[in-house]
C-alpha cells in the first residue's frame, strides 16, 4: 500500500518555523521526485517545492524562495521541508506527493498524495 505521510504542522506566530516531514512506503522512492503543495481555503492547490529523485536537484515557488528549504533522507524515505520567516500568507494546508516526472510540480502529474497537513501562521 502506497503511504505518504506528512507530519510536524501546527500554529506559529509570523517570523517563526516549522519543519514538516513527509514518510514514503510502498513504493520505490528512489523511483519519484517529491513535492510538497500547499492550499489555502478558497484557492488552488499551488506547488510549492520539490526534489529530484534522479540528482537530487531542488526547485521552489517563487514565493518562498529563500525562506524555505527541501531536503530529503533516502536511506529513511523521508523528505523535510523546513520553513523559516513564515507569513501569515503561508498559512495551508501543506501536502506531500510523488510524481514520475522530474518536478513539474503540477498536481496533474502527481502519482500519490499524502493526507496534509495544517500550517497556521498567526499575525
Known amino acids: 500500500e502506497v503511504q505518504l505521510v506528512e507530519s510536524g504542522g501546527g500554529l506559529v506566530q509570523a517570523g517563526g518555523s516549522l519543519r514538516l516531514s513527509c514518510a514514503a512506503s510502498g513504493f520505490t522512492f528512489d523511483d519519484y521526485a517529491i513535492d510538497w503543495f500547499r492550499q489555502a481555503p478558497g484557492k488552488e492547490r499551488e506547488g510549492v517545492s520539490c526534489?529530484?529523485?534522479?540528482?537530487?536537484?531542488?526547485y521552489y515557488a517563487d514565493s518562498v524562495k529563500g525562506r524555505f528549504t527541501i531536503s530529503s533522507d533516502n536511506a529513511k524515505n523521508t523528505v523535510y521541508l523546513q520553513m523559516n520567516s513564515l507569513k501569515p500568507e503561508d498559512t495551508a494546508v501543506y501536502y506531500c506527493?510523488?510524481?514520475?516526472?522530474?518536478?513539474?510540480?503540477?498536481?496533474?502529474?502527481?502519482?500519490?498524495w499524502g493526507q496534509g497537513t495544517q500550517v497556521t501562521v498567526s499575525s
Open positions: 506527493a510523488a510524481e514520475r516526472q522530474e518536478c513539474a510540480m503540477i498536481t496533474y502529474y502527481v502519482d500519490y
Open positions: 526534489i529530484s529523485s534522479s540528482d537530487g536537484s531542488t
